[in-house]
T-cell receptor, first 110, second 114 residues
Framework: DAKTTQPPSMDCAEGRAANLPCNHS???????VYWYRQIHSQGPQYIIH???NNETNEMASLIITEDRKSSTLILPHATLRDTAVYYC???????????FGGGTRVLVKP | EPEVTQTPSHQVTQMGQEVILRCVPI?????FYWYRQILGQKVEFLVS????????KSEIFDDQFSVERPDGSNFTLKIRSTKLEDSAMYFC????????????FGPGTRLTVL
């Protein structure tokens, strides 16, 4: 699976959009970009995934660059409950193992 | 909303003892996983399980570890002879299918080996 690189931490103001970058410059054509988050010590929670098109669901939007070397997770209106560690993971289409990196620790401030 | 459940929430054991961690995956899911997270470290993949056999395992998952689906609902992780370094949060996860699909994680079992 391709290595992903994320900033270790970032702050966000409550009610504002949070834009979380992820670099995956070595991603291969059959690898999807998945985003999970972990609130405190709870089990990781799926957010969204995509291959090359932008995706949106009730939690977030995922913007993938045309060359697929990077992506951005957007939380449109961050709340205090969005404080968590966010993980960007590249997963092979036929694979089922998630390889977690260090993620980005997001702190949403009032 | 269906969820993955795990028991116990916290297990304390003596070094060398056997422990069994239990998970009830979401009922229509076919793929099952165990991950662990040592305090302050990354979440690490241990094993994936499908159709009553292991489909993939990591280097961590050595002969001291085993998994089993003893009935139609439970999925267990057994550690035969625990070591101090096995102390961690253990997360069970399940998914409907193996690829293009989200994994649903349980709340975890905190294992403390003394």
């Amino acid at each position: 699976d391709a290595k992903t690189t994320q900033p270790p931490s970032m702050d966000c103001a409550e009610g504002r959009a949070a834009n979380l970058p992820c670099n995956h410059s070595t991603i291969s054509g059959n690898e999807y970009v998945y985003w999970y988050r972990q609130i405190h010590s709870q089990g990781p929670q799926y957010i969204i995934h995509g291959l090359k098109n932008n995706e949106t669901n009730e939690m977030a939007s995922l913007i993938i660059t045309e060359d697929r070397k990077s992506s951005t997770l957007i939380l449109p209106h961050a709340t205090l409950r969005d404080t968590a560690v966010y993980y960007c993971i590249a997963v092979k289409a036929a694979g089922n193992k998630l390889t977690f990196g260090g993620g980005t620790r997001v702190l949403v401030k009032p | 909303e269906p969820e993955v459940t795990q028991t116990p929430s916290h297990q304390v054991t003596q070094m060398g003892q056997e422990v069994i961690l239990r998970c009830v995956p979401i009922s229509n899911h076919l793929y099952f996983y165990w991950y662990r997270q040592i305090l302050g470290q990354k979440v690490e993949f241990l094993v994936s399980f499908y159709n009553n056999e292991i489909s993939e395992k990591s280097e961590i998952f050595d002969d001291q570890f085993s998994v089993e689906r003893p009935d139609g609902s439970n999925f267990t992780l057994k550690i035969r002879s625990t070591k101090l370094e096995d102390s961690a949060m253990y997360f069970c996860a399940s998914s409907v299918q193996s690829s293009y699909n989200e994994q649903f994680f349980g709340p975890g079992t905190r294992l403390t080996v003394l």
